[in-house]
């Protein structure tokens, strides 16, 4: 047995805390996680879709949250290809990186049967798919890309806990792109009916709670030194940028993107502290995505050359 000297020891349970003990010295002190080329690794975890709110254990019947995944998509795709390793938060069955150009309802105009039989990709789509099919598989290939599924509010911000704290150890390197759509409220799993709700007994009538904001505790504990940008959605322009302005202020994010409902397709606005940058897309074929997230790495790379990143009360 090994007697350690009773200063590195808890006084209660007898055992070394991580200050004494140098485990907590020893990772601050770390040199960050290289890729082969000896470039510190940046992973940004990409969140994206909407979560649901289920109303019985053995779920028929949900609530769901507005969001296509198409932000996400996007934006994990240019993400890869300013070098990051994108862990991808999805809701399960939303628009996937890379395969965001097949069509969903009509996915079969897409193919065609050649003259020996062999199913051929109709042209101009052909160009396409195989430049996606190429790009997909070097980015899961070679550890770019790590698909997670959720789809309630509950495997939502359990696997947001897990990522988050598995990549506190990136410190400043680390990111976080919070573009699902969260619910704000949701029935606790104990007040929830365990089969399919009778619609005999009458009227529903359900409480719903408070879902505990998430984010500060994101910011204060589960990776405090990783660069924070969450997405603010309203369908009243007058109360947008304020909102936005708020949230970042009280979930202490580095940035947020607001968008409206009505254009959040052609035009989002980065706001930062003392600065908001509109962002447009030019035109149908263009992703306003590729400039925000050129702006969002030029800001990530400001908040790795501070001397820490932890500035969560600054
Ligand atoms: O997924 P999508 O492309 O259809 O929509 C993106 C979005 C509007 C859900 C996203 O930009 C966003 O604002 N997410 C946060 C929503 C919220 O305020 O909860």
Known sequence: MIYLPT????????????????VESFFNSAPPLKDQSGKPIRVV???????TVPLEQRCVRYIDNFSSGNRGAASTEYFVKAGYAVIFVHRRGSCQPYCRYLPQDS????????????????????TVVKGAIRDYRKAVEEGFLLKLPFTTIFEYLQILQMVATSMRCLKSHGMFYL????SDFYVPW???????????????????????????????EWAPAAFCISFKLETDPDILLQKADMA???????????????????????VTSGE???????????????ELIDIL????????????GIDVNE
């Open 7 to 22: 200063k590195l020891m808890d006084s209660k349970s007898g055992m070394e805390t991580p200050q004494e003990s140098g």
């Open 190 to 220: 104990e007040n929830m009916a365990k089969h399919k709700i009778q619609s005999a007994e009458g009227p529903l009538d359900m409480r719903l709670n408070q879902v505990p904001k998430m984010l500060l505790v994101l910011r204060k």
């Open 179 to 182: 573009a699902a759509a969260v």
């Open 107 to 126: 996915f079969l105009d897409f193919f065609d049967i050649a003259e020996n039989s062999t199913i051929k990709v109709c042209e101009p789509h052909g």
């Open 276 to 290: 908001k940058t509109r962002v447009c897309s030019h035109g149908q074929d263009h992703d306003l995505e590729e």
């Open 45 to 51: 975890c990409v969140t994206s879709g909407g979560t």
């Open 297 to 308: 790495v030029a800001r990530h790379s400001e908040h790795i050359k501070k001397p820490s």
């Open 248 to 270: 970042m202020r009280k979930h202490g994010m580095h940035v947020v993107v607001a968008n409206e409902l009505a254009t959040y397709k052609r035009e989002v606005s980065v």
